[in-house]
């Protein structure tokens, strides 16, 4: 991210005692106008996707030229994700927070003149709430937004994330400070465990109880111990700890120093897939400022406590995500996992007591701090307390980042914050937990979005993946994509996941076209059940649950491929016809324009029909024909 | 000295001992074929695997690694245990129809045929890394490795070209379950004509 920042800054100076913090932030507070008009453009991966950079330099280009008429001239700021990316590229006038939607190059000078003139906001480019029809202009009346509680992304969109001023500005380092002044380590320890807080990465394994494991194996085996940072995020569609790292990235240093200074680790590894450039950029960068103000590094805020972090590269596999094959590839040995009946926090990384923490775990740890154990549970429900950060994709509306506290019902994410699905149907099912996890169906959803009752539903949280399914999905072909999925990631070292997952896979190929019998069903439960019990880590463990979730909801639809030869989603190639209804076709001729095969043929004005022979299944002519007149069957 | 239940039968076994060794000093039997004493486990074979239970609790484990505990209840035949050891030799049979070892093993379980699609009708390595183990660990040679990932996963000289760390030991040769490191050794020392190691 370029620096875009142009506010006039203090030379980089070493703070030495938790004093010179406040005062820092006292002078970053007092300097800043809190009426200056802020130009903010999101910087996610996102809005950068749909145009965000050309957008932000005609924003400049446009405020140089107006310079004459603009008063206070205003600041333009990039920022992390916003959360909303299905209406990127984005752009909101503070302090007012006006909200700009799918801005283009085109609209800068609009946008700049509506500042400069004080006449009010720009219509064309406000939001326009799909329900009511009625232009929402504040970011905070957005219903997308309105519906979140946003704890964990609450600096995100506010702060430039390569600016540690910013942060610092906006109460970054507030709860080391207080930890370093007035919490014993213990304390830090005592607090995170009273939160209730459970690890965002996958298992919801009690964060305390983890750091508790680590003091007591350290009390054995003594120290060095280390703080690690899970970021591999290798879940398809799931790219919550990706925007977490790029647009906060202090926050989780800031969460690794506490855990660091509650630990007495001097040490920390921040391990990011290689394909997550920017993340990495922006935690360097992070580092970098951090170091150079002393809240990293040697005797951190004159305290005498000392931590160090470095950042290693994910070579992107999958596996590697997994605990003891990510600290066999910090080892720099081939990410292959062990088991783990000796467990991390007594032997980890180097064989000495580690910690492990998700990005998302370690963004929270000073809101638990600064707020207190007690204040974070009172969040969510009393078994999965505080927030959690999803990203919500697939046929749904409002595609993006949403985080809510922990216990909101699935239905109300899906429909409330995600506006349903697209043409206003019912959802089918919500995959959650990727790979890993399983489908809630429609019926279920008002089932509370939290550890213990996902779970009980047959699926789980995961990291937080959101994919939701309409009609229009199959659940034989979601099961194959997520095996198929597992078996390229397998690492091959334990017999059942290596050999088991491919012929899981080629039993639903089987499927999907229509062969299979009960008795392959049979099997497939049974070979599912010795995958489970029998693979090495939890890559392969869990492999199954797509399918088993998916059985164990639609059943029907597994036996109307196997015995009725039937897509009833219409997306299995080798079980469906498209057939245009004579009734309803208008002859407009647009279906026989796109069809890639030439297999739609008809008169002008006239009804028009698919060649069977011909047909590839694509299912172009079906988007394409405005008179719903193609039907799949 | 800690005391446990193996299929119902009391045991002694020493602190830090795992199942497994326990379970062989008692002369009860369990498959194993990544396992061998001279070289650290590795738990990828999985066919050592027991059932642990507590009341409604139950649990698969394997046993060559997982560490004996006061009161642990291990069951190595039970029905979750033979569906885990059935697939597994039935996967085996597919991936190395070559060897005579695997056919045997899986007859003495039962098992005589596969439901899986045979890729490699030659093929007898099951990727257990013992040769891989020994001649780093015992030997300290280093001569071999896993290369590839997933179902690409082989044996061979690092990076697959025959190399002039091999000694000539005929560890791996001795310690292979399924004899397929005999056919693979020259492609580790560098003999032509011979295929790589797959
Ligand atoms: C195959 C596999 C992949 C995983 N990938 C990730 C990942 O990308 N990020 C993550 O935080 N945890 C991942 N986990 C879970 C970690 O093993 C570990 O439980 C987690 O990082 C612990 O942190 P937490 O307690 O804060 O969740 C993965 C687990 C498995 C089995
Ligand atoms: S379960 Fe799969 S990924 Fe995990 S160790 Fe076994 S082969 Fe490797
Ligand atoms: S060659 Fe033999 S010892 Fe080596 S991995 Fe294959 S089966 Fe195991
Ligand atoms: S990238 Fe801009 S809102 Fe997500
Ligand atoms: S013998 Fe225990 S896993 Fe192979």
């Given at each position: 991210?370029?620096?875009?920042?142009?506010?006039?800054?203090?030379?980089?100076?070493?703070?030495?005692?938790?004093?010179?913090?406040?005062?820092?932030?006292?002078?970053?507070?007092?300097?800043?106008?809190?009426?200056?008009?802020?130009?903010?453009?999101?910087?996610?991966?996102?809005?950068?996707?749909?145009?965000?950079?050309?957008?932000?330099a005609?924003?400049?280009?446009?405020?140089?030229?107006?310079?004459?008429?603009?008063?206070?001239?205003?600041?333009?700021?990039?920022?992390g994700?916003?959360?909303?990316?299905?209406?990127?590229?984005?752009?909101?006038?503070?302090?007012?927070?006006?909200?700009?939607?799918?801005?283009?190059?085109?609209?800068?000078?609009?946008?700049?003149?509506?500042?400069?003139?004080?006449?009010?906001?720009?219509?064309?480019?406000?939001?326009?709430?799909?329900?009511?029809?009625?232009?929402?202009?504040?970011?905070?009346?957005?219903?997308?937004?309105?519906?979140?509680?946003?704890?964990?992304?609450?600096?995100?969109?506010s702060i430039?994330?390569?600016?540690?001023?910013?942060?610092?500005?906006?109460?970054?380092?507030?709860?080391?400070?207080?930890?370093?002044?007035?919490?014993?380590?213990?304390?830090v320890?005592?607090?995170?465990?009273?939160?209730?807080?459970?690890?965002?990465?996958?298992?919801?394994?009690?964060?305390g109880?983890?750091?508790?494991?680590?003091l007591?194996?350290?009390?054995?085996?003594?120290?060095?111990?280390?703080?690690?940072?899970?970021?591999?995020?290798?879940?398809?569609?799931?790219?919550?700890?990706?925007?977490?790292?790029e647009?906060?990235?202090?926050a989780?240093?800031?969460?690794?120093?506490?855990?660091?200074?509650?630990?007495?680790?001097?040490?920390?590894?921040?391990?990011?897939?290689?394909?997550?450039?920017?993340?990495?950029?922006?935690?360097?960068?992070?580092?970098?400022?951090?170091?150079?103000?002393?809240?990293?590094?040697?005797?951190i805020?004159?305290?005498?406590?000392?931590?160090?972090?470095r950042?290693?590269?994910?070579?992107?596999?999958?596996?590697?995500?997994?605990?003891?094959?990510?600290?066999?590839?910090?080892?720099?040995?081939?990410?292959?996992?062990?088991?783990?009946?000796?467990?991390?926090?007594?032997?980890?990384?180097?064989?000495?007591?580690?910690?492990?923490?998700?990005?998302?775990?370690?963004?929270?740890?000073?809101?638990?701090?600064?707020?207190?154990?007690?204040?974070?549970?009172?969040?969510?429900?009393?078994?999965?307390?505080?927030?959690?950060?999803?990203?919500?994709?697939?046929?749904?509306?409002?595609?993006?980042?949403?985080?809510?506290?922990?216990?909101?019902?699935?239905?109300?994410?899906?429909?409330?914050?995600?506006?349903?699905?697209p043409?206003?149907?019912?959802?089918?099912?919500?995959?959650?937990?990727?790979?890993?996890?399983?489908?809630?169906?429609?019926?279920?959803?008002?089932?509370?979005?939290?550890?213990?009752?996902?779970?009980?539903?047959?699926?789980?949280?995961?990291?937080?993946?959101?994919?939701?399914?309409?009609?229009?999905?199959?659940v034989?072909?979601?099961?194959r994509y997520?095996?198929?999925?597992?078996e390229?990631?397998?690492?091959?070292?334990?017999?059942?996941?290596?050999?088991?997952?491919?012929?899981?896979?080629?039993?639903?190929?089987?499927?999907?076209?229509?062969?299979?019998?009960?008795?392959?069903l049979?099997?497939?439960?049974?070979?599912?059940?010795?995958?489970?019990?029998?693979a090495?880590?939890?890559?392969?463990?869990?492999?199954p649950?797509?399918?088993?979730?998916?059985?164990?909801?639609?059943?029907?639809?597994?036996?109307?491929?196997?015995?009725?030869?039937?897509?009833?989603?219409?997306?299995?190639?080798?079980?469906?016809?498209?057939?245009?209804?004579?009734?309803?076709?208008?002859?407009?001729?647009?279906?026989?324009?796109?069809?890639?095969?030439?297999?739609?043929?008809?008169?002008?004005?006239?009804?028009?029909?698919?060649?069977?022979?011909?047909?590839?299944?694509?299912?172009?002519?079906?988007?394409?024909?405005?008179?719903?007149?193609?039907?799949?069957? | 000295?800690?005391?446990?239940?193996i299929?119902?039968?009391?045991?002694?076994?020493?602190?830090g001992?795992?199942?497994?060794?326990?379970?062989?000093?008692?002369?009860?039997?369990?498959?194993?074929?990544?396992?061998?004493?001279?070289?650290?486990?590795?738990?990828?074979?999985?066919?050592?695997?027991?059932?642990?239970?507590?009341?409604?609790?139950?649990?698969?484990?394997?046993?060559?690694?997982?560490?004996?505990?006061e009161?642990?209840?291990?069951?190595?035949?039970?029905?979750?245990?033979?569906?885990?050891?059935?697939?597994?030799?039935?996967?085996?049979?597919?991936?190395?129809?070559?060897?005579?070892?695997?056919?045997?093993?899986?007859?003495?379980?039962?098992?005589?045929?596969?439901?899986?699609?045979?890729?490699?009708p030659?093929?007898?390595?099951?990727?257990?890394g013992?040769?891989?183990?020994?001649?780093?660990?015992?030997?300290?040679?280093?001569?071999?490795?896993?290369?590839?990932?997933?179902?690409?996963?082989?044996?061979?000289?690092?990076?697959?070209?025959?190399?002039?760390?091999?000694?000539?030991?005929?560890?791996?040769?001795?310690?292979?379950?399924?004899?397929?490191?005999r056919?693979?050794?020259?492609?580790?020392?560098?003999?032509?004509?011979v295929?790589?190691?797959r």
């Amino acid at each position: 991210m370029a620096k875009a920042s142009n506010a006039a800054r203090p030379e980089p100076q070493r703070l030495n005692s938790v004093e010179e913090l406040a005062t820092l932030r006292q002078e970053l507070l007092d300097s800043k106008d809190p009426n200056q008009a802020e130009i903010v453009v999101c910087y996610g991966t996102g809005c950068l996707a749909s145009g965000a950079r050309q957008v932000e330099a005609a924003l400049k280009k446009a405020l140089k030229a107006a310079d004459m008429d603009v008063k206070v001239r205003p600041l333009i700021k990039t920022t992390g994700c916003r959360g909303f990316c299905s209406q990127g590229p984005l752009v909101v006038i503070q302090p007012e927070g006006i909200f700009y939607q799918k801005v283009s190059p085109q609209d800068a000078e609009d946008i700049v003149q509506a500042l400069a003139q004080d006449a009010g906001p720009v219509q064309r480019l406000l939001y326009r709430d799909p329900k009511t029809g009625e232009t929402i202009p504040h970011e905070k009346d957005i219903p997308f937004y309105k519906l979140q509680e946003r704890l964990v992304l609450r600096r995100i969109g506010s702060i430039d994330p390569t600016d540690i001023y910013d942060t610092i500005a906006a109460g970054g380092y507030q709860a080391l400070a207080k930890a370093l002044t007035s919490m014993e380590p213990e304390q830090v320890v005592a607090e995170v465990e009273k939160s209730g807080l459970r690890g965002r990465g996958g298992a919801g394994f009690p964060t305390g109880r983890k750091w508790r494991g680590a003091l007591k194996a350290i009390e054995k085996k003594g120290r060095p111990v280390y703080v690690v940072c899970n970021g591999d995020e290798g879940d398809p569609g799931a790219f919550m700890d990706c925007m977490v790292m790029e647009g906060d990235p202090h926050a989780v240093l800031e969460g690794m120093i506490l855990g660091a200074y509650a630990l007495g680790a001097e040490q920390g590894y921040l391990y990011v897939r290689a394909e997550y450039p920017v993340a990495i950029e922006h935690l360097s960068i992070a580092i970098e400022q951090a170091r150079s103000l002393g809240l990293l590094g040697e005797n951190i805020l004159g305290s005498g406590f000392s931590f160090d972090v470095r950042i290693n590269r994910g070579a992107g596999a999958f596996v590697c995500g997994e605990s003891t094959a990510l600290f066999t590839s910090i080892e720099g040995k081939a990410g292959e996992p062990r088991p783990k009946y000796v467990r991390s926090v007594e032997e980890g990384l180097w064989g000495r007591p580690t910690v492990l923490n998700n990005v998302e775990t370690w963004a929270n740890v000073p809101l638990i701090i600064e707020n207190g154990g007690d204040w974070y549970a009172g969040i969510g429900v009393p078994h999965s307390t505080g927030t959690k950060v999803f990203s919500l994709v697939g046929k749904v509306n409002n595609v993006g980042l949403v985080e809510v506290p922990m216990g909101v019902p699935l239905g109300h994410i899906v429909e409330e914050i995600g506006g349903g699905v697209p043409g206003g149907k019912p959802f089918k099912a919500v995959q959650t937990g990727g790979p890993s996890g399983g489908c809630i169906p429609y019926e279920l959803k008002d089932t509370p979005v939290d550890f213990d009752s996902l779970k009980a539903a047959g699926s789980m949280m995961g990291s937080g993946g959101m994919i939701v399914m309409d009609e229009r999905d199959c659940v034989v072909d979601v099961a194959r994509y997520f095996l198929r999925f597992l078996e390229e990631e397998s690492c091959g070292k334990c017999i059942p996941c290596r050999l088991g997952l491919t012929r899981m896979r080629e039993i639903l190929d089987d499927f999907s076209r229509g062969k299979g019998s009960q008795k392959d069903l049979e099997d497939l439960e049974s070979l599912a059940q010795a995958i489970k019990d029998g693979a090495l880590c939890a890559l392969g463990g869990s492999a199954p649950n797509p399918l088993l979730a998916t059985l164990r909801y639609f059943r029907d639809e597994y036996l109307a491929h196997i015995e009725g030869h039937k897509c009833p989603a219409g997306v299995c190639k080798d079980l469906i016809t498209y057939r245009i209804d004579p009734d309803k076709c208008t002859g407009c001729t647009s279906c026989a324009r796109m069809c890639p095969q030439g297999a739609i043929s008809g008169e002008k004005k006239k009804p028009h029909a698919i060649d069977e022979s011909a047909c590839i299944r694509c299912g172009i002519c079906l988007e394409t024909c405005e008179f719903g007149a193609v039907e799949v069957f | 000295m800690v005391e446990f239940e193996i299929d119902g039968q009391k045991v002694q076994a020493q602190e830090g001992w795992t199942v497994l060794e326990t379970a062989r000093k008692y002369g009860i039997h369990i498959p194993t074929l990544c396992y061998h004493e001279a070289v650290k486990p590795s738990g990828a074979c999985r066919l050592c695997v027991v059932e642990l239970r507590e009341g409604d609790w139950s649990k698969v484990v394997i046993s060559c690694m997982y560490p004996v505990a006061e009161g642990l209840k291990v069951f190595t035949d039970s029905e979750r245990v033979k569906n885990v050891r059935r697939w597994i030799l039935e996967m085996l049979l597919a991936e190395c129809p070559a060897s005579e070892e695997i056919r045997q093993l899986a007859a003495q379980y039962g098992v005589t045929s596969t439901r899986f699609a045979i890729h490699d009708p030659d093929q007898d390595c099951i990727l257990c890394g013992l040769c891989v183990r020994v001649c780093a660990e015992v030997v300290g040679a280093n001569a071999i490795s896993t290369v590839g990932r997933g179902v690409h996963k082989q044996i061979g000289a690092p990076y697959l070209e025959p190399g002039s760390d091999c000694v000539a030991c005929g560890s791996c040769v001795t310690v292979c379950p399924t004899g397929a490191m005999r056919r693979r050794l020259d492609a580790v020392r560098g003999k032509p004509k011979v295929e790589l190691a797959r």
